[in-house]
């Protein structure tokens, strides 16, 4: 009898096995688009971790936070034009970051070789950084249907960076032109950063000037340890054991080779990074401790702001920053292009329930100082746009019936970075130069 049980045992946890497996590769299936036997889904290891770091990120003389090079930038499939996707044949390009930390395929300065090459600069915060990979190339295919591109070689060169806002861009470009970088057109696109992580500034006894606090903190209590508290400690801690286990995750999902073993590991990856990134959330907003013998020094408020006046304050430095950068370009004939983007905390647009559920939120950081600070930099950009190429998107989506934002932050989806490529190329072609026929 109890032979007979463990056949009859067997054969039914070997056909589970078998209905289970049969089903990871159907899910799998309707998730890629490609069989799991012949495709693979690729996972990236965090390369700090392996190399025993704590962080890709440094702190530049310069710049403030940024980049390490050779960090590796990974685009979802949702973000990507079809023919990109996984279970085509073609593998998408690999991106890392470059000399400078930031996401490029090119190293910086990047020459001017001939005079086809028609060279780009893309500045900004993180909307620009996914422009740089997604709406670029759709902002080239727009420039190339005007007949002065359609000769040239149009290079995008991504000098976005998360977090940064004004003045780390002008201070950006200054130090690129001082060691050479040629431009024959700049794109800024900003104005989130400014307001959003500006207020925080403020909040937290800091000038509104001084670069994001949720990028520069952590870069400061892992130099000067003195600034961490006992929560940023475990918080820290929490976030390297989250880091190891993704990285034995990957490292077990690559050896692997059975589709129902691959649907447990790939839902535990996904717990495992969802925790991970709002663990680093929690780090960043976390307030560290005051150290005021800090070797690193961040300048406090250089005057009393409160109320409405710490927007005003943040807007006119805002607009005063890019008038910088219109001068320096203009001295050396390059064509300037401000785009104050889109936000869902301001406007007018109206969100279907789906993209409502994903994008809004009562509880995000970012929506009161979005619905007050707007304002002020929309009243900034009038006298603004007498001297630069401006462009106020921030009603570009409004009759865009597809979802636009991927978050509940700031950022688009793939038809929201083709919506803002569209109105920069109109601006591009708009604005003084050598293809404007009426340009001086």
């Known amino acids: 009898m109890s032979r007979r049980f463990l056949r009859i045992a067997a054969v039914n946890v070997a056909a589970f096995l078998v209905l289970a497996e049969l089903a990871a590769l159907a899910l799998y299936y309707v998730d890629t688009g490609a069989l799991f036997y012949a495709h693979r889904k690729t996972y990236t290891l965090i390369p700090e971790t392996t190399e025993g770091r704590l962080t890709a990120d440094a702190l530049h003389p310069y710049f403030g936070p940024t980049h390490t090079p050779g960090h590796p930038f990974d685009i979802p499939d949702a973000l990507r034009e079809p023919q990109e ?85 002008a201070l950006l470009l200054a130090y690129f032109l001082s060691i050479g970088q040629a431009f024959d057109l700049v794109i ?61 995750l990957v490292e077990r999902i690559g050896r692997n080779r059975i589709a129902l073993v691959n649907f447990v590991l790939e839902r535990l990856y996904a717990r495992t990074s969802s925790r991970y990134v709002a663990e680093l959330g929690r780090f960043a907003n976390l307030p560290s401790n005051p150290s005021p013998a800090s070797i690193v020094r961040v300048t406090p408020a250089v005057k009393p702001r409160e109320g409405a006046t710490v927007f005003e304050d943040i807007a006119r430095s805002w607009a005063e920053a890019s008038l910088l950068m219109q001068d320096m370009l203009a001295s050396r004939r390059a064509t300037y292009v401000h785009v104050l983007q889109p936000n869902q905390y301001y406007g007018s647009r109206r969100f279907g329930a789906e993209e409502a559920r994903v994008a809004l939120s ?46 509940d932050c700031c950022h688009y989806t793939l038809r929201g970075n083709q919506r803002l490529a569209d109105a920069i190329a109109a601006r591009v072609l708009a604005a003084p130069g050598p293809w404007n026929a009426a340009s001086p």
């Open 188 to 248: 800024n696109i900003d104005g989130f950063n400014e307001v959003a992580l500006g207020s925080l500034n403020q909040q937290r006894g800091v000038d509104v000037s001084m670069p994001s606090p949720m990028h520069l903190d952590p870069l400061i209590n892992l130099i000067d340890r003195s600034t961490l508290t006992p929560e940023k400690l475990a918080s820290l801690a929490a976030i390297a054991r989250d880091k190891e286990r993704l990285n034995g």
């Open 362 to 407: 009562d509880g995000s950081p970012f929506k009161e100082s979005v619905e007050r600070g707007y304002p002020a930099l929309v009243d900034a950009s009038a006298p603004l746009k007498e001297r630069v190429a401006f462009i106020d998107a921030t009603g570009i989506f409004d009759a865009e019936p597809s979802p636009v934002y991927m978050d």
């Open 85 to 169: 996707r996984g279970g085509t044949a073609d593998e998408p390009r690999a991106l890392a970051t470059n000399n400078f930390g930031f996401v490029s395929p090119y190293d910086f300065p990047f020459p001017r070789t001939g005079p086809d090459r028609f060279l780009v600069g893309l500045f900004g915060g993180s909307v620009g950084v996914w422009f740089c990979q997604i709406g670029a190339d759709r902002l080239v295919s727009m420039l190339k249907q005007h007949a002065f591109f359609r000769t040239r070689q149009v290079i995008p060169l991504c000098f976005s960076h998360e977090g940064y806002k004004q003045p780390q861009q």
